[in-house]
Structures are given as structure tokens and as C-alpha cells.
Nanobody, 126 residues
Framework: HVQLAESGGGSVQTGGSLRLSCAAS????????MAWFRQAPGKEREGVAS???????KYADSVKDRFTISQDNDKSTLNLQMNSLNPEDTGRYYC????????????????????WGQGTQVTVSS
């Protein structure tokens, strides 16, 4: 099993930046997909970005060119660099992982993932 723990959330003003991290522990197979999701109050959980074991990345249209997903060299930490933040980016951000040969096409879908962190809150004020 994989354990995931997010950190790095906080409050920023419009146009600001935040960097989220997700520490992964436990057994990680050579083939996997890891992703970031977010959920605003009263809304469904939304896939933000994903990265698979060969480094291929995918993003939701709403965050393309603003957010960057990456992993540390030892693959134990997943990161999300968020720039040019706006109030629509407000929500609780979750890290997720699944043993997959590759991430599915397009932004990640919550139903594809069984391993989740507890989330970290991001609040963007205007």
C-alpha cells in the first residue's frame, strides 16, 4: 500500500504562487500514475494534473500554462507548482496514486485512483 501526505497549502492573493508537495511512502511499483485533484465547497472533485512513471504529464485546461506537476528524482515526492493563482483555484487539494501502466488520456479521473492523501487547503483571495 501507498501512504500519501500533502503539504504546502495556504492563503494567497490573486496572481500569487504556491507549491504543494505530496510525500509518498510504502511500496511503489515501477508503473504508476500520480495526480493532483481539488475540490471546492459544493463541487465535485476535479482532476488537475497527472504524471506517470515515464514522466508524461497531463493537465486540466483550466490550469494549463499555470500549474506544473513534477516528481523529485527519487520519485518519493510529488509536487505541484501553482502560478498566477485566481479565486477559482480555491479548494482542498488532494494527492492520489494508482498502480497503472500509464495515466489515462486527458485530466485525471477520481474513479481511477484508490490511494489518497488527506488534502491541503488552498485559498486565493481577490
Amino acid at each position: 500500500h501507498v501512504q500519501l501526505a500533502e503539504s504546502g497549502g495556504g492563503s494567497v492573493q490573486t496572481g500569487g504562487s504556491l507549491r504543494l508537495s505530496c510525500a509518498a511512502s510504502g511500496y511503489i511499483y515501477s508503473s504508476y500514475c500520480m495526480a493532483w485533484f481539488r475540490q471546492a465547497p459544493g463541487k465535485e472533485r476535479e482532476g488537475v494534473a497527472s504524471i506517470d512513471s515515464d514522466g508524461s504529464t497531463k493537465y486540466a485546461d483550466s490550469v494549463k500554462d499555470r500549474f506544473t506537476i513534477s516528481q523529485d528524482n527519487d520519485k518519493s515526492t510529488l509536487n505541484l507548482q501553482m502560478n498566477s493563482l485566481n479565486p477559482e483555484d480555491t479548494g482542498r487539494y488532494y494527492c492520489a496514486a494508482e498502480y497503472l501502466a500509464y495515466c489515462s488520456g486527458g485530466p485525471p479521473s477520481a474513479s481511477d485512483f484508490n490511494y489518497w492523501g488527506q488534502g491541503t487547503q488552498v485559498t486565493v483571495s481577490s
